[in-house]
């Protein structure tokens, strides 16, 4: 298997197209073309990943963070970046992060807080906007279900729990080509009307490349009539933090113990207690000041997050009580979640958990 298979496994789970803007993930350093031996799962990739990486005989580490945020103007070694790379290259070991598509999926970052801490009737916190499009085609009214079935192959018409989603219209539509054209249907110089089904179907963002391939490969027209349209609905199943309830209430104090022990934090820092008790809970792993509104606007007890500044805490309004539990203590279950996927889907090689503690952050 090469690093590109292990890859395409990765985007499956979590497309990278899923990760925002400012991210820089997928492979950082390495050769597509490379043959894995064993893969060392890690939350981070720093120096001494990559030395267990050597030691382990992994030549492919898959983290959670990217080792490299900005672009590199030197190789030098003069700072933890650039040594890390240096040491990785040097050894033949390639490093792939998926960082924020993980934060975004349903079974991502956020459900495996949500997981840990018992939480029911989880849904994605703050879908994700602008990543629907919908395509309209025309076609003989002959080929119109051969078509539709074509697209829903490559995952298209799939909206929340349902597949194969499709809207149709029949009518009439007239072409006439040109000298240099070679119609499948009428005559060259000859204005045609064919009976024509309109089909509209939506698809993620992502798929734009597999979807008009199959669309142009599957047609029967020698040119293809179609419209893409970027649709305001958001992606349910897809986004930033998650939102549940506990099966019980619970007392703000012993909320806050039970949070400190699930996530084995050295401490946390609050908002100011409420008096009332919790039972709906948003979580947001890593840097999460930006749900504070989202998380009181679905009415959420609590937010489970890390980052948070000084005055993050004033967006509490004693509406709901803000958890800092520590940014890698937030994202503690994540490189188990990327473990147990790869080793769900690999059986030819090693899928080896890092023992190696790469929270830069101690308690006193």
């Known amino acids: 298997m090469t690093v590109q298979e292990v890859s395409n496994l990765l985007n499956e789970w979590a497309p990278l197209a899923y990760a925002e803007d400012f991210d820089n993930v997928g492979l950082l350093v390495g050769d597509y073309n490379e043959q894995v031996t064993n893969i060392l799962v890690s939350h ?14 992994c030549n492919l580490i898959v983290c959670f963070h990217p080792i490299i945020f ?32 993980l934060d975004n999926v349903a079974h991502g970052v956020n459900y495996g ?61 007239t072409f006439k080509g040109n000298d240099k054209s070679n119609p499948v249907i009428g005559t060259a110089g000859m204005r045609h009307t064919e009976a024509e089904t309109q089909i509209n179907i939506t698809f993620e963002k992502h798929l734009q490349s597999k979807v008009l391939k199959t669309l142009f490969t599957n047609h029967p027209y020698e040119e293809v009539a179609y419209e893409i349209t970027q649709l305001e609905n958001k992606l349910q199943n897809v986004g930033m933090g998650m939102i549940g309830e506990l099966e019980t209430p619970m ?19 609050h908002s100011a207690l409420k008096g009332s008790s919790i039972k709906k809970i948003a979580v947001l792993g890593g840097s999460g000041a930006f749900a504070i509104g989202a998380a009181k606007a679905q009415g959420a007890d609590a937010l489970i997050t890390a980052d948070l500044k ?15 539990v520590g940014h890698y203590e937030s994202e503690r279950f994540t490189k188990n979640l990327i473990a147990d996927y790869l080793t769900e889907k690999i059986s030819t090689f090693a899928i080896i958990l890092s023992e190696e503690n790469t929270n830069p952050i101690n308690y006193f």
Not at 121 to 137: C, D, G, M, Q, Y
Not at 310 to 323: M, R
């Open 70 to 101: 900005s672009g590199l103007k030197q190789l030098t070694g003069k700072n933890y970046v650039q040594r890390v790379v240096q040491k990785a290259i040097k050894n033949d070991i390639a490093i792939f992060a998926i960082h924020t598509a």
């Open 310 to 324: 000084y005055h993050d805490y004033y967006q509490a309004e004693n509406k709901i009580l803000l958890c800092d």
């Open 251 to 269: 007392p703000e104090g012993d909320f806050l113990s039970y949070t400190k022990t699930i996530f084995k934090t050295g401490g946390i820092r």
């Open 113 to 173: 807080m949500c997981k840990a801490l018992g939480l029911q009737n989880v849904k994605i916190l703050s879908p994700k906007k602008n990543h629907i499009l919908k395509l309209t085609t025309y076609v003989p009214h002959k080929n119109a279900q051969a078509l539709a079935e074509t697209l829903f192959s490559t995952g298209a018409g799939s909206i929340g729990h349902y597949e194969e989603c499709n809207f149709q219209l029949e009518g009439k539509g």
């Open 44 to 57: 981070d990739a720093l120096e001494n990943v990559v030395d267990e990486a050597i030691t382990k005989e």
